[in-house]
């Protein structure tokens, strides 16, 4: 059993800081779309998906700013600052104008454009690719928390996509709440406003149905979805409690929530369903993750419960016999779920770290060493198909061959690597292990 080695973690820790720190605030970048006639440049606090320069050429044009991923990454700040102490001024700064970017693009008063302001300048053959005029028009109000996306200069985002989204305002609260004990910055009025902003857009919308986080149509009620509403919503509530305020509002959102998920268990193995809609059998991986991103120790959505387990356990039935790549290895390399397709359908980085992720912070919680060592054998996945340090993180690596693919540099994958060996480093220190 060939585990991680402790200097290639030290040297991709560092370099995930900067990557990650490369998609933040990058004011310095200038995006130029020629099919569309559309130059710009990020704004201050805003976090780009990817600051690759592509254009599905085949790599995807990740350079725009989605909520979900931006809550992701706001949440591995912590950890980036230990990784690069030297960089702690800078994560401190990109908070607070993340906050207040935050609060621009969805200040419920601003109003969309009457007409896509591309449609001069887009080429004929990029003219499938506009986003009509009477969505943008439409755009006012609790609209603007339903985007998946905006441009990174803060503007609309300009092109068909799939809509509405629900999680990113729920994790965004969530992730505000749990930073605003350990960083001032993350307590400040701006701070709150923003978080009561999205926790009264995430109690109104609460179960419904939306894009999942795979950004695949039709609406469900996506089990990551609904997770993440559920924990951003208890938290409020655990927050208004002890503040001595009423906790009614979200305390009956989050009870709406979790009677959905009661009902999306697999009659035979436990699992948790991708989604109301799924039939049995139907697992996605982005459920662990919610799991992971709650990071819950008790209750129906703890790390540790009996359906996170089954759920778990029944993903890597799937990957183990869909993935060549993974043939003869002890634990598989994680995708999104059995018939993805996307890219050709492979296993992700922040799917394969996620479980790593998981599996370390039940060793820390449980003191449980074998868990420990499945979580090593699925970070050792990730040196095996990134091992120069200095080569960004793909989101995907090729079923067969290990080699990337999709985009070539995600910033959720550094994130993710950031907390998955953080998350290490106090199964580490609770296992005594050196």
């Not at 996307?342 to 074998?370: D, K, Q, S």
């Not at 340090?389 to 070539?408: K, V, W």
Request: with cysteine; hydrophobic share 45%; glycine share 6%.
């Amino acid at each position: 059993m060939i585990l991680p080695d402790e200097a290639w973690i030290a040297d991709r820790r560092l370099s995930a800081a900067r990557d990650m720190r490369a998609a933040v605030s990058a004011t310095q970048l200038v995006r130029d779309r020629p099919g569309f006639g559309w130059r710009l440049s990020p704004a201050p606090g805003s976090i780009l998906a990817s600051p690759r320069m592509a254009a599905w050429d085949p790599e995807p044009d990740y350079f725009h700013h989605w909520i979900r991923d931006a809550a992701i990454v706001l949440g591995a700040v912590p950890q980036a600052m230990r990784a690069d102490p030297e960089a702690s001024d800078f994560w401190r700064q990109a908070v607070c104008d993340h906050i207040r970017f935050s609060l621009g693009i969805s200040d419920p008063d601003r109003r969309g454009p009457a007409e896509n302001p591309l449609t001069s300048t887009t080429a004929p053959d990029h003219l499938q690719f506009l986003r009509p005029n009477a969505e943008l028009a439409a755009l006012t109000g609790s609209g603007w928390l339903e985007e998946p996306r905006v441009a990174a200069d803060g503007s609309p985002d300009l092109e068909r996509w799939s809509r509405p989204q629900d999680d990113g305002p729920a994790l965004r609260a969530s992730v505000l709440m749990r930073l605003s004990e350990i960083m001032p910055e993350a307590a400040s009025p701006d701070a709150r406003s923003l978080v009561d902003r999205d926790l009264a857009h995430v109690a109104g919308v609460a179960g419904r149905a939306s894009i999942g986080p795979w950004e695949e149509a039709p609406p469900r009620r996506c089990s990551f979805t609904l997770i993440a509403q559920w924990d951003a919503l208890d938290r409020a509530a655990r927050r208004a409690r002890a503040e001595g305020r009423d906790t009614g509002p979200w305390q009956a959102a989050a009870s709406t929530v979790a009677r959905l998920m009661n009902g999306m268990r697999d009659a035979g193995s436990g699992a948790w369903r991708e989604s109301t809609e799924a039939p049995e059998g139907v697992l996605d991986s982005a459920t662990v993750l919610a799991v992971v991103h709650a990071r819950r120790v008790s209750g129906p959505f703890a790390m540790t419960a009996d359906a996170t387990r089954a759920t778990v356990a029944g993903l890597e039935r799937i990957f183990t016999a869909l993935y060549p790549l993974n043939s003869g290895r002890p634990v598989p390399a994680i995708g999104r779920w059995e018939d993805d397709a996307y890219f050709g359908g492979n296993p992700w980085v922040p799917n394969t770290l996620g479980f790593a992720e998981l599996h370390y912070r039940i060793a820390a919680l449980t003191g449980n060493r074998a868990a420990f060592q499945r979580a090593e054998l699925w970070l050792r996945i990730i040196q095996d198909i990134a091992p120069d340090p200095d080569i960004p993180l793909p989101e995907q690596f090729d079923r067969t061959t290990g080699a990337p693919t999709s985009c070539l540099a995600l910033t959720w994958s550094a994130a993710a690597f950031l907390e998955a060996t953080g998350a290490r480093a106090k199964a580490c220190q609770t296992l005594g292990v050196r």
